[in-house]
């Protein structure tokens, strides 16, 4: 039995997608990949399904490598636009996952269901990878429509209320930036 991979990119046509995945393939000797099929917008891959771990975690890393973009079982695993000075958690998450999507902030803060889910992006530091430190993060207060934010710069750690998805989007890019975002009403927390 098999299972589909879409594969889809901000920057690349389909058949530049299904040239990068294959080049990819020959290069790391892949032998679990489907064959790559370009549709008008996108690239889908049919996988066995006792195949399906291997394969995503090697697209992973091609993906992330060359600005694509994976959808799975009807979940967004990659944008195509990760930056890899972050990292990006959630509270579905084991681990923090190397690069986080400016584009993708909306379609995952809109994932957030209750009040214990988050989104988190940390800064990435390639010589101390565990150091999460430098991150900002956003709580939904469904009861307002709002997002508590928290941001965090070594080991001090402040929090405001905004009250949009707009805002709190607005908010975390201007961090992920690296713009000076104290203009903001933030408590010591």
């Known amino acids: 039995m098999s299972t589909t991979i879409t594969v889809f990119s901000p920057t690349h046509s389909p058949a530049q997608i299904r040239e990068t995945i294959l080049a990819a393939a020959k290069e790391d000797e892949v032998d679990f990949l489907g064959v790559p ?30 600005g694509l973009g994976i959808q799975y079982d009807d979940e967004v695993l990659r944008y195509g636009d ?7 958690q959630t509270k579905s998450d084991d681990d923090a996952r190397i690069g986080a999507s400016r584009m993708g902030l909306e379609h ?26 430098s991150f900002i993060s956003a709580r939904s207060l469904a009861e307002v429509a709002g997002w508590t934010l928290e941001f965090g710069v070594a080991g001090v750690r402040n929090s405001t209320i905004v009250s949009s998805t707009d805002d709190a989007i607005t908010t975390i890019l201007r ?13 010591s927390s």
């Open 37 to 66: 099929f370009t549709h008008p917008r996108n690239v889908t891959i049919d996988v066995d399904e006792e195949l399906i771990n291997d394969c995503l975690g090697w697209l992973d890393d091609v993906a992330l490598a060359s």
């Open 82 to 88: 990760e930056d890899i000075a972050f990292t990006v």
């Open 108 to 133: 995952m803060l809109s994932s957030i269901e209750d009040d214990d889910d988050y989104l988190k992006i940390a800064l990435f530091d390639l010589d101390n990878p565990a150091d999460e430190s």
């Open 175 to 187: 961090w992920m930036n690296g713009e000076d975002i104290r203009d903001l009403n933030w408590t």
